[in-house]
């Protein structure tokens, strides 16, 4: 069972920076991609950033130009960079990844416990 563990939520003010890392037990490269969710109390997750097997990047337009998805394939960890954070993206923050195919029906999707991060004065 592939298990995702999140690291470095927090606290932090308004305009300032987060780097949240996502640990992977298995080589992420045989992932079909992986990504960040956030979710609000009481809201429904939203996909936030997305990296493919390839190394694309794709970003929710309420973050695009702040937040930045890489990845370190020697460490088996996806990283989100956070800054310009705002009130508003205060959230639970969760990482995820796809392994197998969706045409054979073999598609798997894992999910990290996730890390809070409250953007706050």
């Known amino acids: 069972q592939v298990q995702l563990v999140e690291t470095g939520g927090g606290l932090v003010q308004p305009g300032g920076s987060l780097r949240l890392s996502c640990a992977a037990s298995?080589?992420?490269?045989?992932?079909?991609?992986m990504g960040w969710y956030r979710q609000v109390l009481g809201q429904q997750r939203e996909l936030i950033a997305t990296?493919?097997?390839?190394?694309?990047?794709i970003y929710a337009d309420s973050v695009k130009g702040r937040f930045n998805i890489s990845r370190d394939t020697a460490k088996n960890t996806v990283y989100l960079q956070m800054n310009s954070l705002k009130p508003e993206d205060t959230a639970v923050y969760y990482c995820?990844?796809?392994?197998?195919?969706?045409?054979?029906?073999?598609?798997?999707?894992?999910w990290g416990q996730g890390t809070q991060v409250t953007v706050s004065s």
């Open positions: 995820t990844a796809h392994q197998g195919s969706d045409y054979y029906g073999t598609l798997q999707e894992y």
């Open positions: 990296i493919t097997w390839v190394g694309r990047t």
């Open positions: 298995e080589n992420i490269l045989s992932f079909n991609d």
